[in-house]
């Protein structure tokens, strides 16, 4: 913000600061169920923007400052993760398909710890 001043909401929304916080707890609450599938009100006028979609503007406005600033390869996860979705949606598309909460928790302990069983063999170990 300090580049860009443009990037504060309290600076830049036709909205008060108080409907900017209720706005931000509705996004926060609709984030939570739906995850990037939820659709948000934007700070800047209250208009509809599915969080996918809005993650995908912010990061292409970031690229270039974050390539010009050699940190780009930390954005890159990002792109995956609009692409191919995240932990959270995988496990409400599980939840969708039949299996319980409860189901969806344990296999996601599961991979989760064999996932650190790969890691830690692959980490230098101490001497």
């Not at 409907?19 to 939820?38: K, P, V, Y």
């Not at 932990?87 to 409400?92: D, P």
Request: negative net charge; charged residues 20%; contains cysteine.
């Amino acid at each position: 913000m300090i580049a860009d001043p443009n990037l504060d909401p309290l600076q830049q929304s036709q909205l008060s600061p108080e409907e900017l916080a209720a706005l931000a707890d509705q996004n926060e609450i609709a984030a939570a169920q739906n995850s990037l599938n939820a659709q948000l009100c934007h700070w800047e006028d209250g208009r509809n923007i599915s969080a996918r979609d809005w993650i995908d503007l912010i990061y292409k406005d970031v690229w270039p400052t974050a390539k010009a600033n050699g940190i780009s390869c930390f954005l890159m996860p990002i792109a995956r993760i609009l692409r191919e979705g995240n932990e959270a949606l995988r496990w409400i598309e599980q939840i969708e398909a039949g299996k319980t909460p409860q189901q969806v928790v344990e296999t996601a302990i599961l991979a989760m710890h064999q996932e650190e069983q790969n890691l830690q063999g692959e980490l230098c170990q101490p001497v």
